[in-house]
Every structure is written in structure tokens, then in C-alpha cells.
């Protein structure tokens, strides 16, 4: 057991365990991991008491092993793996992870306190993403990555690490795969896909930051309510994203990756912007309005629990879930009031006059009445005249649409 480090024999024989550790392929997780990651930290502790001058930069002590022995980056690739990572780990781009520092101690003689420093736990992390299984090329055809690829194979780790880089350290894409996911569909969902889709939404919600905050506990049934009358409007999804931005949400238009069978998605992580996706997989006018307010009722109801991310496919019920039922009985009562719809003859008739007439009291567009109609009834070809195709994604003109 690991223990507070009060003497140079403390000292030295911390330093001799962390040695024996990184003579040991250990992996990231174990016991064995985190005495590594502890003892780090007491050394580290220790030395800045003791030793006020301060250990060499971990870079600057590989640069000075390789102007001692006359080495190239070429000659590190053994230690480091490509002679990209070589590059970017000598330009302080990626971080030591611990099998770099496992190689380049052994093979190279530098000191394991010095290229342990200032790492932190998660650095050290080695992650199990196969960096290969990401839609690359589909994201390259999108535009989501701009720089040429012509190896999608060798090159993946290395352009994905600048794709995500965006987002910050390289473990917040480990974080974004690895975190927990409340995923509503009723097929198996691409996970390299659906991590790659929201980091893309992730940036671009942060390259257009709402500059307003949102306010605890603002998004309430009156508050979609008031974004409802918007739909009455013909460039109404437009000025939904507007008015969110206004309030403190950021609202993301995204198509979705092949395998992710999506249709909207919340974001929602402590202390940052929600994030309200939709991919508009159908181009429909009801579709987006329901989706729209079912990410909402998330944000509305499930904000600052433990599960950060809502993925929706909504052509499948809320399949006994409390979270989801939550979100769909939320999300109708802000588009149509339960207790309105039952007295409205919209509820019973398939009859244009009876959608436009309930529209008009609610000051909704009647898209939004004919789809729950349509979705009550299971009759997808009744009031076709009034859903709105094709008249969603056209609003969008700076999107990709494939």
C-alpha cells in the first residue's frame, strides 16, 4: 500500500517501486495502474517540498537523451509509435501515455519521476478506442474534417486526434465513447458513429455559443409553449434556434451518420451549454416540431442527472422507459394540451377543417395536429396535405444534406 513519502528512504524507495511497475506490462485500470498513478502524485508531492529547483521538462529531457546520443525523430518511432505522434509529443501536442513512458524509460534510460511528472491520471490512460472503426471517410465526405486523408487506415488516430482536439485533452473523446448513453431505439446503434455525431454537434455548438446562460429551471411547459407559437410561423424552426440561443441553449441542425438511426439528441453536461440536436432524418415539419420539444422535456426534466446524453430514434415508443415517457408526454402536453385535444373533434375526425380549426385556437401550425393524429391513429397516409414535406431542411441552407 501506497504511503505518505516523510524521508529520502521513502523517497528512494518510491522511486525504485515506480521502476519495477514500468519494467511490467500493466494496463490502465488495474490495481497496478493506479499505485502507479498514486505514487506519481506522492513523488511529485514530495519533490516539490524538498527539491524547490524542480525536475527537467519531460520534453526537453527526451530532446537533451537525443542530442546526447545523436538521435533523429526517426529514432523514437520504437518508443513512441509513428513518426507523427513523435512530432506532436515533441511539440507538447499529445502526451505522454504510459507506454511512451514505459518505452522511453527502458530504452532510452530517462528517468521515470522526470517523465512522469506533471501527467495527469487520465494521460496516462491507454485507451481502447480501435481508431479505425470511426466513419472517417463519411466524415471527410461531409466536411467535418477538411485536411486531405490518404491512408483513412494509418492515418485514422492521428486525424481523429485533431478532429476531436477541438473539444480539448484527447480524453474527452475516451470520455465521450466511454460515458454512459440513455439510447432509445430498437436497433444496435454504430457506438464509433454515434461518438463521432455528437462530438461533431459538440463543436459546433461551441463555435456558435449562445452568449446568454440558462437559467435553472427556465425550460418549463410554459416556456415550450411560448416556443410552440413559433411553428404558426414559416421560418419557425429558424427562429426556435434563435430563440434558444437567446435563453441559453445551443440548438444544432445535424444529419445523422449511417447505423445511428437518429433523430434528435441532448447534450447535457454540468457546467456547459445544453446542446439540442436534430438530424431531420425525416424532412417534415411535425417531426421536427415533437423532436424538437422531446430533446427539450430532456433538458426540462433530466438536466444534472447522472446520464449527460438523450439519443433518440422516435420511431419507436418510449419502450417502458420512465425517462423517455417523461420526455413524450412532456414534449405533447407543450405542443397540444391533453384536456384540448380531447374536446377538439381533431382528436376524432380526419377532417382538414377540424386540424386547421384547432390549430388556429392554439396558435400552432397545423402540421402539428395532423402528426398527432397521424401518430394516434397509426395512419401515415391521412393529411399527408398538411405535415409539411420538405419544408424543414431547406430553412437549414448551411447544412450538408447528403
Request: charged share 25%.
Given at each position: 500500500m501506497a504511503k505518505v513519502i516523510k524521508s529520502d528512504a521513502d523517497?528512494?524507495?518510491?522511486?525504485?517501486?515506480?521502476?519495477?511497475?514500468?519494467?511490467?506490462?500493466?494496463?490502465?485500470?488495474?490495481?497496478e495502474a493506479e499505485k502507479l498513478?498514486?505514487?506519481?502524485?506522492?513523488?511529485?508531492?514530495?519533490?516539490?517540498?524538498?527539491?524547490?529547483?524542480?525536475?527537467?521538462?519531460?520534453i526537453e529531457a527526451i530532446k537533451f537523451r537525443m542530442e546526447q546520443q545523436n538521435l533523429s525523430q526517426r529514432d523514437l518511432v520504437p518508443f513512441i509509435g509513428s513518426r507523427s505522434k513523435v512530432s506532436e509529443v515533441l511539440s507538447g501536442r499529445r502526451p505522454l501515455t504510459l507506454s511512451m513512458i514505459r518505452a522511453l524509460h527502458s530504452g532510452l534510460g530517462i528517468p521515470a519521476k522526470v517523465l512522469l511528472q506533471e501527467r495527469e491520471p487520465a494521460d496516462l490512460d491507454e485507451s481502447p478506442i480501435h481508431w479505425d472503426r470511426f466513419p472517417l471517410r463519411e466524415?471527410?465526405?461531409?466536411?467535418?474534417?477538411?485536411e486531405k486523408v490518404e491512408d483513412y487506415r494509418s492515418q485514422a488516430e492521428d486525424v481523429l486526434r485533431r478532429?476531436?482536439?477541438?473539444?480539448?485533452?484527447?480524453?474527452?473523446?475516451?470520455?465521450?465513447?466511454?460515458?454512459?448513453q440513455h439510447v432509445r431505439s430498437a436497433r444496435d446503434l454504430d457506438r464509433y458513429a454515434l461518438t463521432a455525431w455528437t462530438a461533431r454537434a459538440m463543436i459546433l455548438a461551441r463555435r456558435n455559443a449562445p452568449k446568454?446562460?440558462?437559467?435553472?429551471?427556465?425550460?418549463?411547459?410554459?416556456?415550450?409553449?411560448?416556443?410552440?407559437?413559433?411553428?404558426?410561423?414559416?421560418?419557425?424552426?429558424?427562429?426556435?434556434?434563435?430563440?434558444?440561443?437567446?435563453?441559453?441553449?445551443?440548438?444544432?441542425?445535424?444529419?445523422h451518420l449511417p447505423r445511428t438511426y437518429l433523430d434528435g439528441a441532448a447534450i447535457l453536461v454540468k457546467?456547459?451549454?445544453?446542446?439540442?440536436?436534430?438530424t431531420l432524418r425525416y424532412d417534415r415539419l411535425d417531426n421536427f416540431w415533437f423532436c424538437l420539444m422531446h430533446e427539450l422535456a430532456h433538458v426540462a426534466l433530466h438536466a444534472g442527472q447522472d446520464t449527460a446524453q438523450f439519443f433518440d430514434d422516435l420511431d419507436v415508443g418510449s419502450?417502458?422507459?420512465?425517462?423517455?415517457?417523461?420526455?413524450?408526454?412532456?414534449?405533447?402536453?407543450?405542443?397540444?394540451?391533453?384536456?384540448?385535444?380531447?374536446?377538439?373533434?381533431?382528436?376524432?375526425?380526419?377532417?382538414?377543417?377540424?386540424?386547421?380549426?384547432?390549430?388556429?385556437?392554439?396558435?400552432?401550425?397545423?402540421?402539428?395536429v395532423a402528426g398527432r393524429f397521424r401518430h394516434e391513429y397509426k395512419s401515415y397516409r391521412v393529411l399527408n396535405q398538411f405535415v409539411g414535406h420538405g419544408q424543414v431542411r431547406r430553412l437549414f441552407r448551411d447544412v450538408r444534406w447528403s
Open positions: 523517497y528512494e524507495a518510491a522511486l525504485a517501486e515506480i521502476d519495477s511497475l514500468l519494467a511490467n506490462e500493466i494496463a490502465a485500470g488495474t490495481p498513478e498514486l505514487l506519481t502524485l506522492l513523488v511529485r508531492e514530495y519533490e516539490s517540498s524538498y527539491f524547490p529547483i524542480g525536475l527537467p521538462d519531460p466524415m471527410v465526405t461531409r466536411g467535418w474534417i477538411e478532429f476531436f482536439s477541438e473539444l480539448g485533452p484527447i480524453q474527452t473523446a475516451v470520455a465521450l465513447y466511454r460515458q454512459s446568454a446562460e440558462l437559467k435553472e429551471g427556465s425550460v418549463d411547459l410554459g416556456f415550450m409553449r411560448e416556443l410552440a407559437r413559433l411553428s404558426f410561423l414559416d421560418e419557425g424552426p429558424l427562429l426556435a434556434q434563435e430563440f434558444l440561443a437567446k435563453h441559453g441553449i445551443a440548438f444544432v441542425v445535424l444529419p457546467g456547459q451549454t445544453p446542446v439540442v440536436a436534430v419502450q417502458g422507459d420512465p425517462k423517455e415517457k417523461e420526455a413524450d408526454e412532456l414534449a405533447g402536453e407543450a405542443l397540444i394540451p391533453e384536456q384540448q385535444w380531447m374536446r377538439s373533434a381533431a382528436s376524432r375526425l380526419r377532417s382538414p377543417e377540424a386540424v386547421r380549426e384547432l390549430a388556429n385556437q392554439l396558435g400552432i401550425h397545423p402540421a402539428i
